[in-house]
Structure formats: C-alpha cells, structure tokens
C-alpha cells in the first residue's frame, strides 16, 4: 500500500521535482506480474545497485580451471568441462553480486569435487556388485583420483583464478 502512496507521489510531482531514483526503483513493483518474496525483493535491488555502480559492465571471460586440477582430472575431460560450468556460474554470481567472488569459485569447486567423489563410489559400488576384478580395480582407482583432486592444497594456490576473482571484488 506504501508503494502505491509513493508512487501516486511521484507522479503527482513535477518533472524537475520528482525524487531520486532510488525511490524511483519501488515504482517497479507495481508493474511486476507478482508480489516478491523478501529474498527475491533484497536480489531485486541488489541487481539495480549492481547496474547503477557499473559492475555489471565486468569482463565476461570464462574464469581458468586451476591447472593443477587439469593434470589430475587430464583423464576424465567430461569432469574438467563440468569444473568449468561450476566456475562459469560462479563468475555469473560475481557479476551480479560481488560478495567474496573467490571463496564462492571456490565453494562452487569443492561442490562439484564432492559430486566427482559421490559418482566414483557409486561405480565402485556397481563394480563390486558386478563381480568384475578389472571395473573393480578401475572404479577404486578412479575413486582415489577424485579424492586427491578434492584435496584443495594441491589447486587453491593457483594464482590465475585468484587474479580472475579479484577483478570482481568491490
């Protein structure tokens, strides 16, 4: 109801009169299709600070896979591209809201990792199941590559993803 008052104020008021834009932004409201959740509310203005401080205009470059990362996973190239979806969306994040960009590349790495780890167990299991020495002795193998690669101290002192996230702090 507030919105409504403030919006019926600014149109009431007189071009060189009307007030700032951020109070222009609550006028955007109304024209949305739905009411907003506070969180949807909170990243709607976030996304319009974002705009007005020229963040948005950011580079829009694929951020580098930690090389250290690349020679582990050299064997599984399908594992190395869905690293790099993970890091992309990630940037994505950063662009849109800067907060601590390099610790969410990093979050968004270890996630996907676990998920490396999760899939490797379940293909020991299935091998297992199976019976068959060989997919045994593959799937424990490919098991042990993923927790290595999940080790963070052997990829998080990679400077080139750390000069990548630092372009995005505010």
Avoid: C
């Amino acid at each position: 109801m507030r919105i409504r008052s403030y919006r019926s104020d600014y149109e009431a008021a007189p071009e060189g009169h009307r007030p700032s834009p951020a109070w222009q932004m609550a006028f955007v409201y109304d024209r949305l299709a739905s009411p907003l959740t506070h969180a949807e509310s909170r990243a709607y203005w976030m996304q319009s600070l974002i705009q007005q401080e020229g963040f948005a205009d950011m580079p829009q470059s694929s951020p580098p896979l930690p090389g250290k990362l690349r020679e582990i996973l050299k064997d599984y190239p399908e594992h190395i591209e869905r690293l790099q979806e993970a890091l992309n969306r990630s940037a994505e994040r950063s662009r849109q809201v800067s907060l601590m960009p390099f610790d969410d590349a990093i979050s968004a790495l270890e996630g996907r990792l676990a998920t490396f780890i999760i899939e490797a167990r379940d293909e020991l299991a299935s091998a297992e199941a199976s019976g068959d020495a060989r997919a045994i002795a593959d799937a424990a193998e490919k098991e042990r590559l993923m927790l290595r690669a999940r080790l963070q101290r052997q990829w998080i002192g990679d400077e080139s993803i750390q000069a990548y996230f630092q372009g995005f702090e505010p």
